[in-house]
């Protein structure tokens, strides 16, 4: 009898070890997936030809597990001032969405080549159509919605000193580019008014925001109606809300770690979107990929496919041209799981390779998977020496 009992507890507690141990893997796969775990992949033979050689080129090309809704990010996709082409990286990320296969694209911004005043109506139109070439036409085609934001150098919002937009014609040239009945860009407006440069839409139980990140500032009435949209019913019944913006708020990479090259109070505007439960914060212009969090606010700076790739803040290689497939579970705490890949390679970007924290002149960002309450002595002996305590406080 107690030999029995005996063996009972062992089978027990073996079964309850084996609950915990997958329980634990459960959450961590929650964020980031592991590398070995493959389902519902397409069939090589179903893909087009040009994805076709694409994934045959990389191997065995990994495919994540899919969610409730697929999401594929990408960012700053120009290159030189004025340019009509593009950057092989950005042919190979939208010849790669049919093995994909997302609900929706979404751009950080950086479309076209401009911000420069010496550039005339017809290279700025040339522009846009080599980017509906390369992106939009394929877009529409597969019948992919493309929610995006506007970047510095598809429409920027610099002012002069008597409050005149510098890039006027930019600006206006944007704007008719986008709202074209041919270039739809198939979202599901909720608000569109001020499109393309505040506007809101949704998509499958998830509210998107995207305002015009192209300068640092978001003059007040523009604030007024940001705050008005997150408070609305549309916003606070979605099972989940996403900002687009091209400036991040805070800092991550050299060369970008400056006043200008971030929104400004960043802190004020990040309370608030806490307080309307905004759960993620997509930016690019920085140029480096860097998955982080500070506070409640998941912050995903989009690494570019175009040209510039930039150092994370404090190291000395440039981060790759990335791509990030982004896939929502609605029942999963963490809502959402990062899968990103090096545009050269096709191999995966792992958090393990990315610092557990970056030290931008504005405040600390930590990386996604790291809480502020796992980091050593040191490493915020050395956030402090560098930023000062309050930068590096949650």
């Known amino acids: 009898m107690h030999w029995r009992r005996f063996s009972l507890f062992v089978i027990l507690g073996f079964a309850l070890t084996i ?28 893909l087009p030809p040009q994805t076709q050689e694409i994934v045959k080129s990389a191997g065995d090309l990994f495919y994540p597990p899919r969610g409730d809704v697929r999401l594929v990010a990408i960012s700053d996709l120009n290159s030189a001032y004025g340019s009509t082409d593009y950057d092989p990286e950005v042919d190979k990320g939208i010849n790669l969405l049919p093995f994909w296969e997302p609900d929706m694209v979404v751009c950080s911004g950086d479309m076209v080549a401009g911000q420069k005043t010496s550039l005339t109506e017809a290279q ?8 509906d070439e390369h992106v939009a036409a394929p877009l529409r ?14 429409a920027s919002g610099a002012k002069g000193e008597e409050g005149e937009f510098k890039f006027q014609e930019e600006r206006d040239l944007a704007s008719e580019y986008w709202k074209n009945p041919q270039h739809n860009p198939g979202v599901e407006f909720i608000d569109k008014s001020q499109f393309p440069f505040f506007y809101t839409f949704k998509h499958k139980d998830i509210f998107f925001m995207a305002w015009d990140g192209s300068t640092h500032r978001i003059p007040p009435d523009k604030l007024a109606w940001v705050e008005k949209a997150l408070a609305s019913p549309e916003a606070q019944q979605a099972k989940m809300r996403i900002l687009l913006s091209h400036l991040p708020l805070y800092a991550v990479a050299e060369g970008r770690n400056k006043f200008g090259a971030v929104m400004a109070d960043a802190d004020e505007l990040r309370e608030m979107l806490e307080k309307y439960n905004v759960h993620t914060y997509i930016s690019g212009h920085q140029h480096a990929y860097y998955p982080g969090h500070r506070g409640k606010l998941q912050l995903l700076h989009m690494g570019l496919m175009g040209s510039g790739p930039r150092p994370l803040i404090g190291t000395e290689a440039r981060s790759a041209k990335a791509i990030t497939v982004v896939d929502i579970n609605f029942n999963s705490p963490e809502l959402t799981t990062y899968t990103t890949y090096d545009m050269k390679t096709l191999e995966l970007i792992e958090y393990k390779q990315l610092p557990r924290f970056l030290t931008g002149h504005n405040g600390i960002v930590l990386r996604r998977d790291v809480e502020y309450k796992d980091l050593k002595a040191e490493e915020k002996a050395a956030c402090i020496e560098k930023i000062g305590e309050k930068l590096c406080s949650e």
């Open 19 to 46: 609950f915990c141990f997958a329980c634990a893997n459960l959450d961590r796969q929650s964020t980031q997936i592991p590398t070995t775990q493959q389902t519902n992949k397409p069939e090589i033979s179903s």
């Open 124 to 131: 700025i139109k040339a522009m846009w159509a080599a980017f």
């Open 141 to 154: 085609q597969a019948n992919i919605p493309f929610g995006f934001t506007i970047g510095n150098h598809d």
